[in-house]
Nanobody, 126 residues
Framework: QVQLVESGGGLVQPGGALRLSCAASGINFSRTTTAWFRQAPGKERDFVAAMRQSASHIYYGDSVKGRFTISRDNAKNTVYLQMNNVQPEDTAVYYC???????????????????WGQGTQVTVSS
């Protein structure tokens, strides 16, 4: 059974940094596409970043490009989201998701991912 568990969320000041983790069991991250999404209250779930099976194929949402970095530790079977220079608009619940057979044109669509973690809250506030 596939299980994804996010951690690392919390309260951070504007301009600060946070690193989220997504640990997996039942699936090998090096054999699947893994993505981060976020959802603020009353808003749709938005694409943040994704990494294909090949760690060299990485994609970012426009609002986080240059500030957030997705990475993977194959030995720990964990995907990370390094969040730098966070802003109040980054406040949301962050989810990781995976789909081993997603096509590139669908990589930003949350409805194309079948496995989700429970989410971790990130709050950016002074």
């Amino acid at each position: 059974q596939v299980q994804l568990v996010e951690s690392g969320g919390g309260l951070v000041q504007p301009g600060g940094a946070l690193r989220l983790s997504c640990a997996a069991s039942g699936i090998n991250f090096s054999r699947t596409t893994t993505a981060w999404f976020r959802q603020a209250p009353g808003k749709e779930r938005d694409f943040v970043a994704a990494m294909r099976q090949s760690a060299s194929h990485i994609y970012y949402g426009d609002s986080v490009k240059g500030r957030f970095t997705i990475s993977r530790d194959n030995a720990k079977n964990t995907v990370y989201l390094q969040m730098n220079n966070v802003q109040p608009e980054d406040t949301a619940v962050y989810y990781c998701a995976t789909n081993p057979s997603i096509i590139l044109s669908s990589i930003r669509r949350p409805d194309q991912y079948h496995r989700w973690g429970q989410g971790t809250q990130v709050t950016v506030s002074s």
